[in-house]
């Protein structure tokens, strides 16, 4: 079990952005990598910690929430607010909340991919593995997916 602490503990931030991102949405992020976390060690704990299979458990709990939902993904556009911490924070949400809705606009796997390139330290390799495509074909995706997010925030800043 301390293993799985240890395991817990370092990979959990990254896989909350990573969700944070697919999501758009703080509340289902946190539920979505608790309930990755608690398929894994259903299911694995016996077995040594994966990243790429937890992010995988983590990919397939998105993909069931939003297929149960039946509708789709927004982001909260109106997050109210949610510190005091002065002009520099309210700044930095703001153009965080920018990426995330031009993020929003990507084609879903393109999303996804970026997504994991933005978020964990996966390889294009581990990535492949992840969604389930060839390494040559996640790189087509992420050099789509970037252009394409540096096109939507350029026409946003018009």
Wanted: hydrophobic fraction near 35%; charged fraction near 30%; avoid cysteine.
């Amino acid at each position: 079990m301390k293993k799985y602490k240890e395991f817990y503990i370092q990979h959990k931030d990254q896989l909350f952005g990573y969700l944070m991102r697919m999501t758009g949405d703080y509340y289902l992020a946190g539920d979505l990598m608790q309930e990755s976390f608690k398929r894994h060690i259903e299911h694995y704990g016996d077995k040594e910690p994966q990243k790429t299979l937890l992010y995988t458990i983590a990919r397939n709990a998105f993909f069931d929430h939003h297929r149960e939902s039946k509708r789709s993904v927004k982001f909260d556009d109106n997050p109210g607010d949610r510190s005091n911490d002065g002009e520099h924070t309210i700044l930095v949400r703001s153009e965080y909340q920018e990426v995330l809705t031009a993020m929003n606009e990507l084609e879903p796997g393109e999303r996804e991919i970026l997504t994991l390139v933005i978020s964990s330290d996966f390889s294009y390799r581990e990535i492949a593995s992840v969604v389930g495509i060839s390494e040559a074909n996640v790189k087509v995706k992420v050099h789509r997916a970037r252009l394409a997010l540096k096109k939507i925030l350029t026409v946003g800043e018009k």
